[in-house]
C-alpha cells in the first residue's frame, strides 16, 4: 500500500513539473505560436499524467466503495488527449489564417 | 494522502494564476484566447483533485462536463475568429 502511495507521489510531480514547464513557456517565450508551442504538449502531458495517478490512487484505496470512477477519469484521460491538441491546431490555424506572422530572430518580443 | 493532494492543489492554483497574467496583459486577441483554453485546462484537473479533497465523487462528473464545454467554446471562438461568423 505505502509502494502504491510513493508512485502516486511521483506521478502528481512529474504532473506539476510539466504543468509548470508550460506556464513558463507562456510567459517568457517571444511569439504566439512559440507560447502555443510550449503550452499545446506541457500542459496535455502534464493534466494526463496528474489524472493516471490519481486513477492509480483511486484503484487501488477506494475500488470497492466506487468501481465506476476509474472508468469517469479513463474518458478524461482519453478526451484530454484528443481535445486539447484539437484546440490548440484550431487556434493556429485562425491566427495563421488571419494574418499573424510568426516571430523571427532579431525582431522585438511580441 | 490528503496533503499531498491539498499540496498539489495550491500548485496548481499557483500555475492558473500565473497563466492568467497573460490572458489580462497578453498583447491581441490570441494571445487572449490560448490563456484561456490553457486556464480551463488546468480547472479540469484541479476539479478532480477537489473531489479526492472533499470526498464527493461528483466532482469528476462536472470535470466531464467542464472539459467539454472548455473545447467547444475555444473551437467556436477560433472559428470566429477565423471567419467572421460561427457557422459558415
Redesign the interface.
Same mark, same amino acid.
Request: aromatic share 12%; glycine share 4%.
Given at each position: 500500500m505505502v509502494l502504491i502511495?510513493v508512485i502516486?507521489?511521483l506521478f502528481?510531480a512529474a504532473?506539476?513539473f510539466f504543468?509548470?514547464t508550460?506556464?513558463i513557456g507562456?510567459?517568457r517565450l517571444p511569439d504566439?505560436y512559440t507560447?502555443?508551442h510550449a503550452?499545446g504538449k506541457c500542459?496535455?502531458l502534464g493534466?494526463v499524467l496528474?489524472?493516471a495517478g490519481?486513477l492509480l490512487?483511486?484503484a487501488s484505496h477506494y475500488y470497492h466503495e466506487?468501481p465506476l470512477?476509474p472508468v469517469?477519469?479513463l474518458?478524461?484521460i482519453a478526451?484530454?488527449f484528443l481535445?486539447?491538441p484539437?484546440?490548440?491546431h484550431?487556434?493556429m490555424?485562425?491566427?495563421y489564417?488571419?494574418g499573424?506572422k510568426p516571430w523571427k530572430l532579431g525582431e522585438e518580443r511580441? | 494522502?490528503i496533503e499531498?493532494f491539498l499540496a498539489?492543489a495550491l500548485?496548481?492554483a499557483l500555475?492558473i494564476l500565473?497563466?492568467l497574467?497573460?490572458a489580462a496583459l497578453g498583447?491581441?486577441v490570441?494571445?487572449r484566447?490560448?490563456?484561456i483554453?490553457?486556464i480551463g485546462?488546468?480547472t479540469?484537473?484541479l476539479l478532480?483533485?477537489i473531489g479526492?479533497i472533499f470526498e464527493r465523487?461528483l466532482f &469528476?462528473?462536472i470535470? !466531464?462536463l467542464y *472539459?467539454?464545454l472548455n &473545447?467547444i467554446g475555444? !473551437?467556436a471562438f *477560433?472559428?470566429y475568429?477565423?471567419r467572421g461568423e460561427v457557422w459558415s
Open positions: 502511495d502516486v507521489i502528481l504532473g506539476i504543468m509548470f508550460g506556464v507562456l510567459l504566439f507560447r502555443l503550452t500542459d496535455t493534466e496528474i489524472i490519481l490512487y483511486h466506487a470512477v469517469k477519469l474518458f478524461l478526451f484530454i481535445a486539447n484539437t484546440a490548440t484550431a487556434i490555424k485562425a491566427a489564417m488571419t499573424v511580441r | 494522502m499531498v498539489i500548485l496548481i500555475t500565473l497563466s497574467y497573460r498583447p491581441g490570441f494571445n484566447v490560448a490563456a483554453n490553457v485546462t488546468k479540469i484537473v478532480v483533485i479526492y465523487p &469528476f462528473d470535470s !466531464l *472539459a467539454i &473545447f475555444t !473551437l *477560433a472559428k475568429l477565423e
